[in-house]
């Protein structure tokens, strides 16, 4: 078990848990964002892009076995398709958040567009028993009226510090030397992985070995309550 990780069925509870307020967006470097609080050795694993019926429940899976919480951005298409992976990930401790509908860039998208795919992307998210409280934008690429948007409506958006491209088709074994390179090198972070890839299901194992070898605790992250509305006006 990872220190300070234990969070899902059959664990005890002793995770920390990280949790960001409305317009406290973190990780990279990207104007609006901050560091997240983390300590030496700390790291939070996020998920985007699915959930994905095959690689998804191997992915938590072996997060439940190594009681490590994870936080998935979920997209709405896979999400209205597979709601059984939503309520499965919220049942064994994990975090969802929105990831819009498209998947477009929503910096070079109109604004009225961009803020109907960030709330449509959200509806599965809501409809499985989470709130719209954390976002991450596709491709990384936000505007500071989307931000403040967001902001207004209590709702916090996640960067990333360590992004190994997992999407990019390399082995796994090295896709995890990156990784594990760039986290040597920052001493922990935000980790942008994604649930719909296979070689990601592939390399995790390894991944969770390193972490626990080397000493690292993962992070839960979590949404403060809101009691503003989504741009839907649907209560939150």
């Known amino acids: 078990m990872l220190p300070g990780a234990a969070f899902a069925f059959g664990c005890d509870t002793t995770d920390r848990t990280i949790e960001l307020s ?3 967006n973190v990780g990279g470097l990207e104007p609006g964002y901050e560091a997240l609080d983390l300590r030496a050795r700390e790291v939070v694993l996020t998920f985007d892009d699915g959930p994905n019926a095959e690689t998804t429940p191997i992915i938590l899976d072996l997060l439940r076995k190594a ?6 951005f979920v997209l709405g298409g896979p999400a209205e398709e597979h709601p059984e992976l939503l309520k499965r990930e919220l049942a064994e401790g994990h975090t969802i958040g929105g990831h819009t509908t498209s998947h477009a860039d929503l910096s070079e998208e109109t604004f009225a567009v961009a803020t109907r795919d960030i709330v449509e992307g959200f509806g599965p998210v809501e409809a499985a028993g989470a709130d719209a409280r954390l976002f991450r934008f596709p491709h990384l690429a936000s505007t500071p009226e ?3 948007w967001m902001n207004a409506r209590g709702v916090a958006a996640v960067g990333a510090d360590i992004d190994p491209q997992d999407w990019a088709g390399d082995r ?3 896709t ?3 990784l594990t390179a760039e986290l040597k090198a920052e001493g ?14 592939k390399l995790l194992p390894g991944l969770l070995a390193f972490l626990d070898s080397e000493g690292y605790a993962v992070v839960r992250l ?15």
């Not at 009681?67 to 998935?72: D, K, M, N």
């Not at 649930?195 to 990601?200: E, G, I, K, R, S």
């Not at 979590?222 to 939150?236: D, I």
């Open 22 to 24: 409305a317009g406290q």
């Open 67 to 72: 009681c490590v919480p994870a936080t998935f």
């Open 146 to 148: 989307l931000l403040a």
């Open 172 to 174: 796994p074994e090295r």
């Open 176 to 178: 995890l030397e990156r």
């Open 188 to 201: 922990g972070g935000i980790i942008l992985l994604h649930d719909n890839q296979p070689n990601t299901a």
């Open 222 to 236: 979590a949404g403060a309550p809101a009691t503003r509305q989504l741009a839907s006006g649907k209560p939150r």
